[in-house]
C-alpha cells in the first residue's frame, strides 16, 4: 500500500525557533512536495523537488527552504518560525512518468502552532 | 496561468440527498482534471481524475465527474450522500508539469 509518512501530527514551537517537519515515501517517487493548507485559501504550494538535491520553489517558499538528500525523504525546513507560520503543512509524492497526469499521495498532515 | 476556482465553500445537505460540487477552471491549454477528498484530520487521497476519453469519470464511494470543455468545469456528483461523506473536497488542475493547482475547497456536511 502506497504510503507517505509525516513524522509528527501535531508541533508546537516559540518563535525564533528553527523547525524541521520530515516526510518520507516508500514508493520510490522521484517527486515531492511540500503544500500549505490555511482555511478559505486551499493548498499552497512552498516547494517541490523532482529528484535528489533538486528543488524548485513553489507559490510561497518565503520563509521556508527545503533538504532532500534521499530519494525518499523531503524535509521543510522552517529557519526562523514566525506566528503566520502557523498552519497544516501536507507533504505528497508521485511519480515523474506520465508527468501532469500523476496523482499525487499525501501524508496525513503535521499542524504546527506557532506561539 | 492555470487557475481553480470552486463555487461553493460550504455545502449542507441531508442524508441520502443528491449533491453537486462545482469546480471551475481556467487555462488556455489542455488540463488534466482531479478531485481529492481530505476526511477531518487526515491527509487527501484521490477521488477520481479525468485525463482523457470519456468526459464522464467515476470514482471511489460512488462519486463521478463530468468534463465540460466548454464551460471549463469539472464537476462533482453523488446521487445519494451518506453521513460519512462529510468531508473536504479539493479540485485540482495540471498542465504540462507534475504540479497542480488546487482550488480552495468545498466543505461538505451532511445532516442526518
Known amino acids: 500500500d502506497v504510503k507517505v509518512t509525516q513524522s509528527s501530527r501535531y508541533l508546537v514551537k516559540r518563535t525564533g525557533e528553527k523547525v524541521f517537519l520530515e516526510c518520507v515515501q516508500d514508493m520510490d517517487h522521484e517527486n515531492m512536495f511540500w503544500y500549505r493548507q490555511d482555511p478559505g485559501l486551499g493548498l499552497r504550494l512552498i516547494y517541490f523537488s523532482y529528484d535528489v538535491k533538486m528543488k524548485e520553489k513553489g507559490d510561497i517558499p518565503e520563509g521556508y527552504s527545503v533538504s532532500r538528500e534521499k530519494k525518499e525523504r523531503f524535509s521543510l525546513i522552517l529557519e526562523s518560525a514566525s506566528t503566520n507560520q502557523t498552519s497544516m503543512y501536507l507533504c505528497?509524492?508521485?511519480?515523474?512518468?506520465?508527468?501532469?497526469?500523476?496523482?499525487?499521495?499525501f501524508g496525513a498532515g503535521t499542524r504546527l502552532s506557532v506561539l | 496561468a492555470q487557475s481553480v476556482t470552486q463555487l461553493d465553500s460550504q455545502v449542507p445537505v441531508f442524508e441520502e440527498a443528491p449533491v453537486e460540487l462545482r469546480c471551475n477552471y481556467s487555462?488556455?491549454?489542455?488540463?488534466?482534471l482531479f478531485w481529492y477528498v481530505q476526511y477531518p484530520n487526515q491527509g487527501l487521497q484521490l477521488l477520481l481524475k479525468?485525463?482523457?476519453?470519456?468526459?464522464l469519470v467515476k470514482g471511489i464511494n460512488g462519486f463521478e465527474a463530468e468534463f465540460n470543455k466548454s464551460q471549463t468545469s469539472f464537476h462533482l456528483r453523488k446521487p445519494s450522500v451518506h453521513i460519512s461523506d462529510t468531508a473536504e473536497y479539493f479540485c485540482?488542475?495540471?498542465?504540462?508539469?507534475?504540479?497542480?493547482?488546487f482550488g480552495k475547497g468545498t466543505k461538505l456536511t451532511v445532516n442526518p
Open positions: 479525468y485525463l482523457s476519453g470519456s468526459t
Open positions: 487555462s488556455s491549454v489542455s488540463v488534466y
Open positions: 505528497a509524492s508521485s511519480h515523474t512518468s506520465g508527468g501532469a497526469k500523476n496523482i499525487q499521495y
Open positions: 485540482a488542475v495540471s498542465v504540462r508539469s507534475e504540479k497542480l493547482v
